[in-house]
């Protein structure tokens, strides 16, 4: 009964937090709010007995792309100003369209029975200490894991090449 | 007992909150904001399964914490080079509106 | 007795549970209250700690700087901070016109709050600890994540544009050496086996900074870093940028950061005093708590006064410098020793000896290659001009030198 309401409550700080961010007016509120959604999400791993991924959750998301966020907010202010409509003028047909895949997404989990289970055994201690072997292992996961180095270190000379402003004013 | 149908129910909204607000946001960076929500609700979503069905004698259970390491990868090279887009971008045209960026269009 | 002599903390909190007990409440509760006190407990002493580290940090600080230090309020200034504190609990909030009151507010909470937030995971003896992660290292890491995230917002809060401009500066500095730190931070977490801290202290039978002397260099550098002491001090600099983003906050919330910052210095010693130099360990602390208490408080005291004695004799970086040193000489460095600790590692790990022995011998092949790449560095830049300037008044006998014009 307790960790229901602890639920309940977690739930809804990180659904209206997700709420307001994609309805408030100012962009810096927005950024702010996004940092509180990510942080319910956190929690929520947290609770799920995920306690590595609840942390890199906070060091990836909040300590990095959040703070990320907040630079491109801040380097990107003058030309909106926060005036003005800040929602396109056909709100209504977004919001229809996804409250139609909402219902039938809740409807489709709820009609099956096997969604309605409890929690299994708990996760071993050493499924931390498994997982870093699988990821290096060359029959498991080596190589997923050495593609998304590659991706970051794509990302980064990518994303370094394409913000440097060239000397003089050439593209 | 907190059934496994709740989680799920929550990454659904948080997906379908972030699709209302990439579809209907005029600022880039506030769509990739959305889009950022949509991929913190997959990630609710395989954490989730990986918890309820660690215990089903078919499954293996590092797969989807590898999937979860994926999609957080993928997610900061996104927002990443996404950003670094709309920085650019920013500094030729002047605007972040969405709809203002069109030199493309047909 | 013999119990409340070995171990008070945990006699105390034995005590706590059973009077808790007794008033016949549902267990869950029971543990919550215990935990929401023995929380608050937790910060409230490492709160009033910095009261005493604020008059030791401006005594020995006179000291090195031959001068005497507060000596007039109370023997040997010791009343000194309270003063400090009256002064700062009683100055007048002036919240600048425009600010974004949300985001000027919650900087320094979320400041302060990040540093306290380390204490939970450090464990202070063998059963004294606030909780046993078993990701406490990546714990630390996060928490500092958040610290960065509340000096953004209290630069952007302020409405002004030097604060914003010191805001990101202060940013950069942080989020650049978190990568040599975490990066140099593997090293225990390989030693150990386990990222807990609890596991790590048990785990050093042999001191890791004996094991690993270049990793503990480079962390207490990059901590020295992220926590804006001098010589990394630009962040707050009154001559640099007008006390960086905390320079719209007065009274108590400028109170806030201050505290942080002295706290975080602590926090520091503390850290590296678990991870490299045994935490808790030391003759007689397996069986009676209260002294691995006392040696770990020991140790962080001796690395303090190495953090204070940095901080008063160097001067400061500039920004360039800062970004300079820890992107061409921390980060490959630490990379470097990683794999080649990861690597030797591997080869020696059956007798106690060999692996120090060997270990030792890698760090200092990696010390003195670095030597040579810094020497040839050094050697291939070109030297810098000289001008010899006039003297106002020759002396009698000393010939007027003209300045030397540097050659076209």
Known sequence: MPMQIFFLIIAAVTLISAAMVVTVRRMMHAALWLVLSLFGVAVLFAMLESSFYAVVQVIVYIGAIAILVIFAVMLTRHMMDDTGRQIAKNWWAALVAVVIAFGGMVVLVLSWSRFQVGPGTAPSELLLLD??????????????????SVLLLAALIGSIFIAVERKGGQK | MIPLSWYVIVAVAMFCIGLFGALTRKNAVAILMSVELMLNAVNINLIAFWRYLYADPAADPTRALAFVAIVFVAAAAEVAVGLALIISAYRQRNTVVAEELDLMKG | MNSFLTDPIGFLILWFYSVL?????????????????????????????????????????????????????????????????????????ITPDGADKVAYNLGPILAVGAVIMIWAVVPFGITLYGSNLNVGILYIIAVGGIGTLGIIMAGWGSNNKFALLGAFRAVAQLLSYEVPMVVSLLIPVMFAGSMGLNEIVRAQTVPFIVLAPIAALIFFISSIAENGRAPFDLLEAESEIVAGFNVEYSGLKFGFFFVGDFLHAFTIALLFSVLFLGGWNGPGADSMPILGFVYLMIKTSLMYFLGLLIRFTLPRFRIDQMLALNWKLLVPLSLVTVSLTAIVDKLAMNNIWVRVIVLLLVNLIIWLSLQEIMERVYRSRPPRRTVNYPRLKPEADEPVVQPETPAA
């Not at chain 3, 009033?48 to 007039?72: A, M, S, Y």
Request: charged share 20%; no cysteine.
């Open chain 1, 131 to 148: 997982f870093g072997k699988a990821l290096t292992a060359p029959n498991q996961f080596a190589i997923p894991f050495e593609v998304s």
């Open chain 3, 21 to 93: 007990r007794g008033w016949n409440l549902p267990e869950d509760l029971v543990v919550l209250i215990a935990f929401v006190v023995g929380a608050f407990t937790l910060a409230t002493l490492s709160l009033l700690l910095v009261v005493f580290l604020i008059w030791v940090e401006r005594k020995i600080g006179g000291r090195v700087q031959d001068r005497l230090g507060p000596n007039r309020v109370g023997p040997f200034g010791l009343i000194q901070p309270v003063a400090d504190m009256l002064k700062i609990f009683t100055k007048e909030f």
